[in-house]
């Protein structure tokens, strides 16, 4: 069974700079197989920075990050990372980018004829998940933003992962398309089975896709709390407006509120007034 642990993790960025920056400390948080865990906190609280070392692409300082029992030292076929800029390829189709990940994976010689057909299979499956079907031979400039970010996550899916790292990433989307967008992944979630951990400073969003939520504070970037979401697994945005819902969302936002806001300009101001007279 699929299962991520990371134990007292800690991350100092600039550690041989006089400029240190604290990013995380003593962070432990355990996910398992199938679960849809959301990362939620003001900017600047190591959000990113915690799905990065995740996906194996920044390294930790303090503490430690296992996979399966196994320490995470670099990225891995079973951690699949889906960013808020669609990344995709411009000279590529949507179906070739969708199959691009898998062409990485192979020698092209080494591709048998079961291969290719088990990959079409795949890809056209996923177009079909993403609703994208119609437009397979389309380009990225030819789509919506929303239709780009989900060929950037049948992509990401292509090679079955046993784990999606979203950065927030409907975080450029429109609030319409964005809700379309929630409800297309809790499908995936659904159809893939695939363990999600979602970034995001959107507490909405936070709490309409989690099983749990995590809140997390800056400086140093910690884990606050963890907060169980009390709705059911099939989510309607209906469920918005109920008393769970909200009862949940004024908690967390007054926890944010706590230790962001004017307190993160104050470091600011501070910081520039000590460099530069203002
Ligand atoms: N490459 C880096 N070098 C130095 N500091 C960094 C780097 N990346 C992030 N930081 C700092 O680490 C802290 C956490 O950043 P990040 O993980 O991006 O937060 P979030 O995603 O929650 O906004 C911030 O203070 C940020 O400025
Ligand atoms: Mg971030």
Request: glycine share 8%.
């Amino acid at each position: 069974m699929f299962k991520v642990q990371v134990q007292d993790l800690g991350k100092v960025f600039g550690a041989y700079s006089p400029e240190t920056v604290p990013a995380l400390q003593d962070v432990n948080l355990s996910v398992v197989d199938g679960e849809f865990v959301t990362l939620v906190g003001a900017s600047g609280c190591g959000k990113s920075t915690l799905l990065r070392i995740l996906a194996g692409l920044e390294t930790h300082t303090s503490g430690a990050v296992h996979c399966n029992g196994t320490p995470i030292t670099g990225p891995g076929a079973d951690r699949a990372m889906v960013f808020q800029h669609y990344s995709l390829y411009p000279w590529l189709t949507v179906m070739e980018n969708i199959k691009f990940s898998r062409r990485l994976k192979f020698n092209r010689e080494d591709l048998s004829s079961s291969d290719v057909e088990e990959a079409s299979g795949r890809a056209d499956a996923l177009l079909d998940l993403i609703g994208l079907s119609k437009v397979a031979d389309a380009y990225p400039n030819q789509l919506s933003g929303g239709m780009q970010q989900r060929v950037a996550i049948a992509r990401a899916l292509m090679g079955k992962p046993a784990m999606l790292l979203m950065d927030e990433p409907f975080g450029a989307l429109d609030a319409q398309t964005r809700e379309v967008m929630h409800d297309l992944i809790l499908h995936i979630h659904r159809i893939e089975k695939t363990t999600i951990v979602f970034v995001t400073h959107d507490v909405d969003e936070a709490i309409y896709l989690g099983q749990r939520v995590v809140l997390m504070q800056p400086r140093p970037g910690r884990i606050h709390s963890v907060y169980p979401v009390p709705l059911p697994r099939e989510r309607n945005q209906e469920m918005k407006h109920g008393t769970e819902f909200r009862a949940l969302k004024a908690e967390i936002l007054s926890r944010i509120r706590e230790s962001s806001g004017m307190a993160t300009d104050q470091d600011l101001l501070d910081k520039l007034s000590r460099t530069a007279a203002i």
